[in-house]
């Protein structure tokens, strides 16, 4: 298939959603996690859900890196905004998370200098036509968005960039997967495995699952037909008794992923010794920081920031969410006192949040409506 429309071909996704029907015995839930939110709203935005059988759950699983930022990491993005002489760059997405000194955004209200960008790249470009201010790049993203961030810091290296840094939060898939398996009366059968983060990992980074945990994957692209052909594929190694990683993005993922990009995070970047993440709290080795020879470009070092480990408001039940425990809106705040426009969690904030998803399309506080066959 070459075009769009082909993924969303209506007679294509009747002939999986039958298939998906046929793979299920009855009574019988199977509960499968869709670890990224890019998949969560391509389900509810599409109307997916209404395709697959009672006997499936999906559950939403801690795959947008907006909703597992923790609030003292938001107050020292703000500390370095509000410092004299400095511009903070960061993603749309992250201006108006949550944290305990309030928003970027609000931040920025208050005379701080946040500025958004599409790229690390731009924040360089950014520093290179205000040589008097320094600006610095709040990264964020899994394996992602870890490489543009990696080839920002050599360029500024090649250029000599003095007026630029990286508040470095990018944060590893394989750590939060872990944990969430690992987690007393854990309830999911199988897993979606992200599309975008194994465009630059690969899928043998996701062996680990089937192999000491005993829970199949099939890494999905993002469209409709996409959707519904993994999770039959999820179905089938179920009925054939199979446990093992399946591509189902083969036009873009690779076994062995991008060399090239995880060479360059690996040349700029390595693990720290423990991360704080929303609904999980600390893991170990979970997240990256700036390495030593790139310290002149790292904004851990040359500022100094609060460091301080903030609880969510109590009435917000993000970290549940992001863990597959709840639904959205299981929470009692939810599409009440916590909407997009004004959101108490992460999860509300992301455009990848289950929260926004289960809003923005209707899934407010009820099941989904079982949808006639061949609808």
């Not at 039958?18 to 998949?39: D, K, N, Y």
Request: with cysteine.
């Amino acid at each position: 298939m070459r075009y769009v429309d082909e993924y969303r071909d209506p007679a294509l996704a009747r002939s999986l959603s039958a298939e998906i029907r046929s793979l299920v015995t009855p009574g019988e839930v199977v509960r499968v996690m869709e670890v990224c939110g890019g998949h969560t709203h391509a389900i509810y935005r599409h109307g997916l859900e209404e395709l697959l059988p009672d006997e499936l759950e999906l559950v939403h699983g801690p795959g947008c890196p907006v909703c597992v930022i923790p609030m003292g990491r938001v107050d020292d993005a703000i500390a370095i905004a509000e410092t004299e002489g400095v511009t903070l760059a960061t993603f749309g997405d992250m201006l108006r998370v949550p944290g305990g000194r309030g928003s970027l955004l609000e931040a920025k209200a208050r005379g701080a200098d946040v500025r958004m960008v599409y790229s690390p790249l731009d924040a360089l470009a950014l520093a290179a036509q205000e040589p008097d201010r320094h600006v610095c790049f709040f990264a964020i993203g899994f394996e992602t968005t870890a490489p543009a961030t990696a080839v920002t810091l050599l360029r500024a290296g090649q250029d000599e960039t003095p007026n630029f840094s990286v508040f470095c939060n990018h944060v590893l898939i394989e750590p939060p997967l872990r944990a969430i398996l690992e987690t007393p009366g854990l309830r999911v059968d199988a897993f979606v495995g992200p599309g975008h983060v194994s465009s630059v990992i690969g899928t043998d980074a996701y062996r680990f699952i089937p192999e000491e945990y005993g829970r199949p994957v099939v890494v999905s692209a993002f469209e409709p037909v996409d959707l519904l052909q993994s999770i039959a594929m999820l179905l089938r190694q179920r009925v054939e008794g199979r446990c093992e990683v399946e591509n189902q993005y083969t036009r873009v993922v690779r076994r062995d992923g991008n060399e090239r990009a995880v060479a360059a995070i690996a040349e700029t970047m390595e693990p720290r010794e423990d991360f704080e993440w929303r609904g999980l709290g600390v893991l170990p080795a979970s997240a990256l920081q700036v390495r030593e020879p790139f310290a002149a470009f790292d904004a851990e070092r040359l500022f100094a920031l609060p460091g301080a480990r903030i609880e969510d408001p109590k009435a917000c039940r993000c970290g549940e969410v992001l863990t597959g425990q709840i639904k959205p809106w299981e929470c009692g705040v939810f599409g009440t006192a916590c909407t997009p426009e004004r959101p108490l969690g992460t999860c509300m904030v992301s455009s990848e949040g289950a929260c926004a998803a289960y809003f923005s399309y209707g899934r407010l506080r009820r099941p989904r409506e079982e949808a006639p066959v061949g609808a």
